[in-house]
């Protein structure tokens, strides 16, 4: 069963618009297993415009690489809530290692100065993280700057977002299970292996 960190909250803002004409929103979180990441999942919110490709992709906080990424394209059909962004390969993530979930909202073209739509809440990570067994969201440690939430940046392509505003939260997440399917290659073609599989609380290959 897929594992997801804000299940279905609902933000306390559906749609903010921000005077920004491209924005990267992300969340920082780890895993207590290990596993594998197959979408980046965001809040759709009052004002997401139908047409509007939403780009997705997960990053190590570390070393700030992109371990992969998927796109998405909003339909009339997408209800107000969670949409799913698939990665166009499922990405192993390991337990207790820092890793940033992000998605690009585009600036909407029928709006004012070509404005960005989001959902959030204001000050969610200033109080607690996000404890949601196998995941978890980091509090917003803004006095040490060892740990921050709520980050952002600006700018036209999916980018490793730095900032914080407050703490806000805006519910980019992960889909996240157990089991997946990675390939290797072995002479010359691609072979699927099945990644460890949990068993009664045991891992197995």
Same mark, same amino acid.
């Given at each position: 069963?897929?594992?997801?960190?804000?299940?279905?909250?609902?933000?306390?803002?559906?749609?903010?618009?921000?005077?920004?004409?491209?924005?990267?929103?992300?969340?920082?979180?780890?895993?207590?297993?290990?596993?594998?990441?197959?979408?980046?999942?965001?809040?759709?919110?009052?004002?997401?415009?139908?047409?509007?490709?939403?780009?997705?992709?997960?990053?190590?906080?570390?070393?700030?690489?992109?371990?992969?990424?998927?796109?998405?394209?909003?339909?009339?059909?997408?209800?107000?809530?969670?949409?799913?962004?698939?990665?166009?390969?499922?990405?192993?993530?390991?337990?207790?290692?820092?890793?940033?979930?992000?998605?690009?909202?585009?600036?909407?073209?029928?709006?004012?100065?070509?404005?960005?739509?989001?959902?959030?809440?204001?000050?969610?990570?200033?109080?607690?993280?996000?404890?949601?067994?196998?995941?978890?969201?980091?509090?917003?440690?803004?006095?040490?700057? *060892?740990?921050?939430?709520? #980050?952002?940046?600006? +700018?036209?392509?999916? $980018?490793? &977002?730095?900032? !914080?505003?407050? @703490? =806000?939260?805006?519910?980019?997440?992960?889909?996240?299970?157990? *089991?997946?399917?990675?390939? #290797?290659?072995?002479? +010359?073609?691609?072979? $699927?292996? &099945?990644?460890? !599989?949990?068993? @009664? =609380?045991?891992?197995?290959?």
């Amino acid at each position: 069963m897929p594992h997801t960190i804000f299940t279905n909250q609902v933000p306390a803002i559906p749609d903010v618009d921000e005077d920004a004409p491209n924005q990267t929103l992300g969340t920082t979180w780890y895993t207590e297993d290990d596993g594998a990441v197959n979408a980046i999942r965001f809040y759709l919110g009052s004002r997401n415009y139908d047409g509007a490709e939403m780009t997705g992709g997960l990053y190590n906080a570390d070393t700030q690489e992109l371990l992969g990424q998927g796109s998405y394209t909003i339909t009339a059909s997408d209800d107000i809530g969670f949409v799913e962004i698939p990665l166009s390969n499922a990405v192993v993530v390991e337990r207790n290692q820092k890793y940033i979930a992000a998605v690009l909202f585009p600036g909407q073209a029928s709006s004012p100065d070509a404005r960005v739509h989001y959902a959030a809440t204001g000050g969610f990570f200033l109080a607690n993280g996000v404890d949601n067994s196998p995941l978890h969201a980091y509090k917003d440690n803004g006095l040490f700057l *060892t740990e921050r939430n709520g #980050l952002f940046v600006n +700018g036209t392509t999916l $980018t490793f &977002p730095t900032s !914080t505003f407050g @703490g =806000g939260c805006y519910f980019v997440d992960v889909v996240f299970d157990y *089991t997946t399917q990675v390939k #290797l290659r072995t002479s +010359g073609s691609w072979t $699927t292996y &099945p990644l460890k !599989t949990r068993v @009664g =609380g045991n891992w197995q290959l």
